[in-house]
Each structure stands twice: as C-alpha cells, then as structure tokens.
C-alpha cells in the first residue's frame, strides 16, 4: 500500500483490539488465521502485534441493517457495535483452524442472497467475526 497518495484522503484502515489475554489472542489469530505477523512492538511493557490481513474496508449500519445481517449469519441480534467480518479462500479450512484456536461457532455455514458462503464464530475474548468465502469468479454459489 502506497504510504502517501495525495488523491487518497485514507490510505489504510487499522483495527486496534485490546485483549487480557495477549499471547492467547495472538496465536488465536495468527495460527487460527495462518498468517505470519507482520510487526510486533513493545512500550512501556506493554506488547503488540501487527497482523496484515490484506485490503480493508469499513463498513457502517444503522441497527436494522445490523439485525438482518446477525439474523442471516446467527439466527439472531448476537453481535456487538464491532464485528470482524475476514474474506478468506476456504471457509472450511480457515473455520476449523479458529475452531481449533477456541473460536465458538455460532451459527453453521450459511449461503447469503448475495453468492457468499459465510460462517460466525465467537473469538476467545468475545468478538464475533464473520468468516465469508466469495464464489468463485465463473462459478455459482457452492450449495
């Protein structure tokens, strides 16, 4: 990503999440998500790690359109103001790794109206996350 695009007023989105549990966390995402962190940093005793997980995007709803989305992924209102939502290659292999890492599945897979095969699971700390797998390009939904 370009470090300065003068026709870019934002040039890149990070989401800072703050966790008890730090060593936990971080393999929960690193070794759940099988990605190699990017940086880590110390200050003042405290520890962080950078995760890179591609191009982001934020997404704003009112509480309606919240309500549809944990409907059709949950069964239900389940989700907080913050939801991670990651698109990953094989939602399969990538929901049983977080499995394995202490996800909770929330819900089973889903095939949402608009071609993706999403799932939602509950991060150790409690974040939901929506794991969603895009169809791919020439081919239908998976069903």
């Known amino acids: 990503m370009p470090t300065s695009d003068p026709d870019r007023p934002v ?5 800072a999440l703050t966790t ?14 099988d990605i190699t962190p990017a940086a880590f940093f110390e200050n003042d005793g405290g520890h962080a790690v950078m995760v890179d997980l591609g191009r982001a995007t ?9 309500r549809a989305i944990d409907h059709l992924e949950a069964g239900g209102r389940v989700s907080g103001q913050v939801r991670l939502a990651l698109q990953v290659p094989d939602l399969q292999n990538a929901m049983a790794r977080l499995l394995a890492h202490g996800a909770r599945l929330v819900h089973e897979p889903v095939h949402t109206p608009w071609g993706d095969y999403n799932v939602r699971l509950q991060a150790p700390d409690g974040m939901q996350i929506t794991l969603f797998q895009a169809p791919r390009e020439g081919h239908p939904a998976e069903s």
Do not use: K, N, P
């Open 58 to 66: 934020l997404e704003i709803f009112d509480e309606a359109q919240a």
């Open 20 to 33: 008890s549990d730090f060593q936990r966390m971080t393999r929960f995402y690193t070794e759940g998500l």
């Open 11 to 15: 040039l890149q989105l990070r989401v």
